[in-house]
């Protein structure tokens, strides 16, 4: 028979409860970390913009010329 753990239902909030403090405590820390992560998903993000506006001329290179896909990069 399993041994149940009495308070394993309020645990989790119990920890976004400790979350939500550390965040109303310290915003600076989360504003720091936030700018780090958007700084490390920037170029992934202009890369995306790129790709999107690029793409209707890659398909008039494909259908118009019948250029294949990889010589539509170029």
């Known amino acids: 028979m399993k041994k149940k753990i009495p308070y394993i239902k309020i645990l989790p909030l119990l920890i976004?409860?400790?979350?939500?403090?550390?965040?109303?405590?310290?915003?600076?820390?989360?504003?720091?970390?936030?700018?780090?992560l958007?700084?490390?998903?920037?170029?992934?993000?202009w890369a995306f913009g790129i790709a999107y506006f690029l793409n209707p001329l890659m398909r008039y290179f494909e259908n118009k010329w019948k250029w294949k896909r990889y010589l539509s990069l170029i």
């Not at 976004?16 to 780090?36: H, R, T, V």
């Open 16 to 36: 976004i409860s400790f979350i939500c403090y550390k965040i109303i405590d310290n915003p600076k820390a989360l504003l720091k970390g936030l700018k780090y």
């Open 38 to 45: 958007f700084s490390m998903l920037l170029p992934f993000i």
